[in-house]
């Protein structure tokens, strides 16, 4: 199991931009694939971008082009760069751990969540 602790949520202007962390707990986060999941009122929990073991890189084409994700293994961090921020990009944004390697774009492949973090983007 792995504790995760999201940071670095706000309000921010459209066109802004905004940095999140996710602090791990555990010996293993290299092993461990992250992904940023988001969830705006009234909607389903998706998935915005996740980077596995390999290191490589998956993002929803909402936000492809906009965020980027990336991991220092020695810090036990994963990070969600976020620029050209728009509207509909409000939401509470989670970080989640997946023991498995392996990327997966559900939240059913996903064992550990933070607490979430709110990003509130005004137009």
């Known amino acids: 199991q792995v504790q995760l602790v999201e940071s670095g949520g706000g309000l921010v202007q459209a066109g802004g931009s905004l940095r999140l962390s996710c602090a791990a707990s555990?010996?293993?986060?290299?092993?461990?694939?992250m992904g940023w999941f988001r969830q705006a009122p009234g909607k389903e929990r998706e998935i915005v971008a996740a980077?596995?073991?390999?290191?490589?890189?998956y993002y929803a084409d909402s936000v492809k082009g906009r965020f980027t994700i990336s991991r220092d293994n020695a810090k036990n961090t994963v990070y969600l760069q976020m620029d050209s921020l728009k509207p509909e990009d409000t939401a509470v944004y989670y970080c989640?751990?997946?023991?498995?390697?392996?990327?997966?774009?559900?939240?059913?492949?996903?064992?550990?969540w933070g607490q979430g973090t709110q990003v509130t983007v005004s137009s």
């Open positions: 555990g010996r293993t986060f290299s092993s461990y694939t």
């Open positions: 989640a751990a997946r023991p498995s390697g392996t990327y997966y774009s559900t939240r059913s492949g996903y064992d550990d």
């Open positions: 980077i596995p073991k390999s290191g490589s890189t």
